[in-house]
């Protein structure tokens, strides 16, 4: 396989004892990575996964993010508070995040500028609803999300966009390999309009240790975004020790 980007969202999972106990037993099975590897930690854990882990095969990252540099923001963090813990890249625009915590195009514009000026790798996530796929919305709400979420950024470097679909978070449905070639291509092309390059894009939603491989051999697919499966040391290391 060629080598792939895969990236672990833990969500609101593990304590830090457990993340601790996760980082052993997955160095253990994976002390060369072959892909690039990317942990998504809640806050509390990142310090101690960025020490553990060796920066050049492991990077931990956060999955939020304040767009301000500091200031009045109640129960927020901040880009300089995630770099002096390790942090090297964040999550932006989850479709929890737009879900449950209102986040819009406007705001996740806003922390990607703030992510990117910082320094952080970007894995700025796009995704339609199963309403919206039925009817017919697909490219139109990606066109928007890519448009909106990526405005006035000129440097592409360090993003990574992830096509993670809504009805196929946590449900155990996976688009199709069709789908996913559909979309990437979609995709690709708004990225390629901004930028006049591409941006690797990675497939997320109901990714495991027994679809990855077809997934991320798709065309136009550069990596996974993996959730559930990505608590397990045992699962995502199959993944990313796959040849
Ligand atoms: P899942 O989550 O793999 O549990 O579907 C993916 C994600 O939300 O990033």
Redesign the pocket.
Known sequence: MKKKIFAA?W?MNKTIAEAESFAKEFVKLTPNPRHKVLIFAPFLSIQMLAKFFDKKKVFIGAQNLHQSEKGAFTGEISAEMLKEVGASAVIIG?S?RRQFFAETNQTINEKIKTALANGFVVVFCVGETLEEREKGKTKIVLQRQITEGLEGIDRPQNVVVAY?PVW????GKTATIKMIEETHTLIANETKKLFNKNVPVLY????NEKNFEAIVQANGVDGA?????SLSAEKFAQMVNKK
């Not at 997320?204 to 990714?207: C, L, Q, R």
């Open positions: 969202n969500k989850h929890e993670e196929a978070i946590g449900t997320g939603g109901s990714v975004l993996v959730g559930g499966a």
